[in-house]
């Protein structure tokens, strides 16, 4: 069977993909699997670490859960702390209640508490949406891909996002007999030379990830 993740977005950030057909995606998550019997919005924020920063989580206002199949360009990793063994890169510190062995409890069920790097989102990806008090989620949109972009489940209607470039899987083709006007590369696609390509990968930081995609800002992961 697939594994499915699944994780917080803040409101502005569902708002994002409901209006704009935003298709990227981070922060932590969970195997949905391993928390299917959690279906009410208070445990769901406890599972996924919206209580540390409930400036973004209200407590009052539906949560938003995105569960994302996986996909070759989706990369996790466990969100452990510093002295953790399985730490990557550091490892991540986060505010209490974050658990630095990377396992978090509710409502019966424990799992594995992942990171997500920046990614777009795989198709079949769907925008669930929880009141507080309500065992029965609603589903506020699917994910179609990057033609299609996403459905809007309430009113069928589709929106899609310009693809970016820094994003998922990309390819440059290189045409045969064609006539110079079209097969010379412009400025804009044509490949870096070089000298112009970075020498050193610079090092992970998700604090700008965290920022727009959910849990805390004060997070940070160190290279």
Known sequence: MSVVYQLAVTPWQATRYLSEGTEDFCGFAVDAARVEDVRDADGLRELLLCKTNEANFPADEPLHILKAPIGPFVHTRRAVGPLHPDA????????????????????????????????????????????????????????????????????????????????????????????????????????????????????????????????SASSTTRG
């Open 88 to 215: 990557f890169l550091g490892g991540v510190t986060e505010d209490s209640p974050y658990d630095p062995s990377g396992v978090v409890s509710a409502g019966g069920a424990t799992a594995e508490l992942l990171w997500i790097e920046p990614g777009r989102l795989t198709p079949g990806s769907e925008l669930w949406r929880f009141h507080p008090g309500d065992l029965n989620p609603e589903l506020a949109a699917v994910y179609h891909g990057v033609a299609w972009g996403l459905e809007n489940a309430q009113t069928g209607e589709f929106v899609a996002a310009k693809p970016s470039k820094l994003m998922g899987a990309r390819g440059q083709a290189r045409l045969g007999n064609c006539s110079p006007s079209t097969s010379k590369p412009t400025e804009e696609n044509r490949p870096p030379s070089p000298s112009s390509a970075p020498k050193n990968r610079p090092k992970a930081d998700s604090r700008g990830c965290r920022r727009a995609c959910g849990p």
